[in-house]
């Protein structure tokens, strides 16, 4: 891996943003390594990646984001992220009782697919503790209750901040997170629904699938936003289905594609590839 | 193409009847060359295709249907058809102005790869009479409107009758078709829907997909029932997309997989392998 | 998981083996819940795979091979296998450095997706110890160099026999098998290839696939034969590439493949729906 | 289709390249609605697209090449085309006996599906003629044999020519094309190999596949070259298969394959988004 930082802008789409950035990057030495660019044309917005070697750039890193905003930024009215690859980004991890979900992505992590860390594990039941501590990972029980959740949530936000967690990944954890708790979280919190949204929202989708007689079933991962199932979509696929299936089958071969979709967004996140804007992602 | 027999058959699921149809089969000097079935568990109910060669089978083809009901069908409360290899299926093409989907269905006629006759292309517009010239078969235009569509319809359903028509394909035809239509082809009658349905049903599927962000287009090949989009489905496929993909490129990309789903579809009929049954098929 | 057995058959084709079979499962009182044939056309080659449900059927298990073998195999000169869903397979897991395929395997099998024991882990390394270790299970280190390899693969077929061993997955596993290794377990060892054979066989598939500037990575899961990477194929799939991906990300997006791929040739395995005949698989 | 021009660049990477040419579009009023770039470490090499109105650029469309290599170019030793859209390219198509690639291109093209003129067909056998005149395209029949080759290629190189035909289609075109020719259209003419290349190149790929029992069948569009089957991978698909499939059936899925991929060639031709390099393509 190489030590390199990366900007992540959006703002009005106008003439020169391109030649400006990079005009910026290469005037500080920057040497680009890779660049990336789009406008949403209904929406006049433009959005931009721009990834460049740390070694010989002549701003300091924690100098970046200020002297970029003060010279560039704000004059194009950007909202602007400044992301380090040495910087490892921390996630937080929450399951419920299956553990499909979460072990695939503890064993990507294990084996040093990712550059991240994961400090800790919360779950409402006590089941995944034995898996937290094969793998040396704290883990916290928060059960869930319609009484208790408020103070929970609560909690769970402070023992997150605490450990100064940068992304949350809901695998399926079955619990609805509250809007207080999204907003402390926007576009922090990725969450996999086991449908091709937005076919079959809610519940028991393989059940519908399989009732509807679909010939694919597929899977999901999106930001958590206050409207449940609706937030923007990171990554799909399917798995192509037959009258044969089960709807047993539907859920083993399900979880395949649960797993893939989920790791892929996870993947996206902690390489700084995602931009939210308008209840849509644009993935560079 | 070998000269073969091909036996339909759906009934309420009881131990022996495998063994029961091939041991007719058998004893009638019939070889086998596919059988496959299913059990609908949670509908108890048996589910076969089995096809067989016609030379030196004992019993003449047109009384196949007569016998196999009256010393097993009837006993087994057998639903069943008995078709072959050797009788072309006759197929109505219904078209508005888009071309793209009836061109790729004409273009296999053309080129042999389907054992199919086309006798007759009915559209509400007059776009497509130079195709149907270009490829030597009749057109028949038949304007509708609120006020004649019961009318036209009945001419159409004529028309179809003194053809022969065994089945329809409607290859991206804008008009709904009345329930008294349906019913005179029950299952007979193949829609593509340019959506993985049930996301996106209704007209506009691509602007609401484009809308709603997400990664994959698809389309939905399925039998017409009184209920819009909601008919059994025959085959669905699916494309990727990203945030780079304006709506024109999801119609591109989408036509590409209405193609390719409506002619696995239509393959599927003309080869007599989907069973359709409460709202659900059989694909063998 | 219901308790049913199965039966897989392969011989010479003929008319009347289903009719035959069926009867004699039907005669002793088998609820047939899946029946599957195929005849191979070339080879005039018969196979077949039947599942029924033990409870009612009045042959004991113990029994069922040498009683079908005497009434029906032998006259029909069949090659029969007869396995029972209760029991579980018993499989080894072959393992080097690379622990991506192996973790993955251990979660399948840890959050319960697979009916198999795992009772040991063999390593031409010590770096999986580890892991053998979180998951509780027997871990062998057994170094092969040129000069000792014939002894220690002895040790390693004494370890197998003294486990039960069914079958072998060779998880990445970078050390070639003897053929007189592979002939203690033939068809019985799977092995994943991570390319789409029979492009780029052998080693640093993925550098050969970069140089070539392919479209596409795949993996191949298939049964180990004297012929390396040529033996029968059970499963494979891919992923599209762009020049975008260096040989960085070509090895990172054919891991989840390669895992993909193999756990699917596994979850065969464990069903007994895999019949290899004449270098091919037939996948029921 | 807007109306756009479209730079097409590479050169030896170093820094500042997509600043100075962003700038150069942007001093002259250029509105840029697409740009991208990539670096291909190996080689030390850089490519670039960009795209951006017409209107309102102030250098007149006959200067730009000029003006741009004089200015920048040059100095960046690039290699440089500039394409506008309301130009439509000119396409031959080459035929032979199979009909379904060239009915599906000319399909599409009749569709309006591309913004492509096909001037004429040239086939080495008559077969095609009836197509060819359905569509209204002339069509020309040179008959190919081991003592008239290089007589008859050059006939077509002149036809070609003389029709200002920028790239050829080879639609399952059964003849190999000589240096000679390939020398005079270098990197414009496309072929469609009916196998995932690198497995299973020459001919009877399907016969391959099935004998060496894959799963997947593949397609492959790429630009022809001295070195036959080898030449710059432009795109690739496959269809998964079953020990069901006969050849007969790998044939048919395998041509849904060839005109996906061919056709998904041509328009990416079409839009000026290929750039080979090194026996690579390049795919903006």
């Keep these: 891996m190489s030590n390199t930082a990366i ?23 920057g040497n680009i390594i890779d660049i990336d660019q789009h406008v949403d044309i209904d929406n006049k917005r433009f959005f931009m990646r721009a990834e460049w070697e740390i070694d010989g750039f002549n701003i300091p890193p924690e100098n970046i984001y200020t002297i970029f905003m003060n010279t560039i930024g704000n004059r194009f009215q950007m909202t602007c992220q400044v992301q380090f690859t040495t ?17 695939d992505i503890l064993s990507r992590w294990y084996s040093g697919e990712w550059d991240v860390e994961i400090p800790l594990i919360i779950s409402n039941h006590p089941d995944s503790r034995p898996i937290a501590e094969k793998f040396g990972i704290d883990f916290y029980e928060f ?25 949350v990944v809901l695998a399926r954890y079955m619990q609805v997170i509250s809007p207080s708790f999204i907003n402390e979280f926007p576009n922090q919190i990725i969450n996999i ?16 699938a399989f009732k509807r007689g679909v010939k694919i079933v597929g899977a999901t991962a999106h930001y958590v936003t206050e409207d449940l199932d609706a937030g923007p979509i990171i990554a799909q696929d399917i798995a192509h289905i037959t009258h044969r299936d089960s709807i047993d089958e539907l859920v083993r071969k399900g979880r395949d594609i649960e797993k893939r979709v989920l790791s892929q967004a996870v993947w996206l996140q902690i390489r700084h590839r995602i931009l939210p804007f308008d209840n849509r992602t644009i993935i560079f």
Excluded at 12 to 25: A, N, R
Excluded at 87 to 103: D, E, T
Excluded at 143 to 167: G, H, V, Y
């Design 143 to 167: 059960k869930i209750t319609a009484e208790n959740k408020a103070e929970q949530e609560q909690k769970e936000i402070t023992l997150l901040k605490a450990n100064n967690i940068d992304f």
């Design 193 to 208: 629904h086991h449908s091709f949204l937005p076919a079959f929202p809610g519940a028991k989708p393989y059940h519908s």
């Design 87 to 103: 910087k490892k980004p921390r996630m937080a991890l929450f399951v419920s009782k299956m553990q499909h979900a979460s072990l």
């Design 7 to 29: 900007l992540l802008i959006h703002c009005p789409d106008q003439t020169g943003i391109i030649s400006t950035v990079s005009e910026f990057l290469f005037f500080h030495n």
